[in-house]
């Protein structure tokens, strides 16, 4: 069984910053991707950021410049520094892994419970 465990949310006013985590562990043989989306009241959960084995990045258009995703491979997490911070960041934040497991079947998507961000105007 593979879990996601999430933390680093919280209330910030705008401007502010947060930094949230995510560590993945369980029997897991390699990570393929790991990254964040989110879900605003009312709205469909949407990709905030990936990163790629291999070193790639992937970003929404807005948040291009205020966040940055980062991954400790050794640790099996992954960071996102949430800088600049504005109401309409505002959502659940998700954590997501597409990874293989032993005996289990190969890259397969796993989601954290997620981890709430409120950032007052």
């Known amino acids: 069984q593979v879990q996601l465990m999430e933390s680093g949310g919280g209330l910030v006013q705008a401007g502010g910053s947060l930094r949230l985590s995510c560590a993945a562990s369980g029997r897991i043989v390699s990570i393929r991707t790991m990254g964040w989306y989110r879900q605003a009241p009312g709205k469909q959960r949407e990709l905030v950021a990936t990163s790629i084995s291999g070193g790639s990045t992937n970003y929404a258009d807005s948040v291009k410049g205020r966040f940055t995703i980062s991954r400790d491979n050794a640790k099996n997490t992954v960071y996102l520094q949430m800088n600049s911070l504005n109401p309409e960041d505002t959502g659940v934040y998700y954590c997501?892994?597409?990874?293989?497991?032993?005996?289990?079947?190969?890259?397969?998507?796993?989601w954290g419970q997620g981890t709430q961000v409120t950032v007052s105007s």
């Open positions: 997501n892994a597409v990874l293989m497991t032993y005996g289990g079947s190969p890259w397969r998507d796993y």
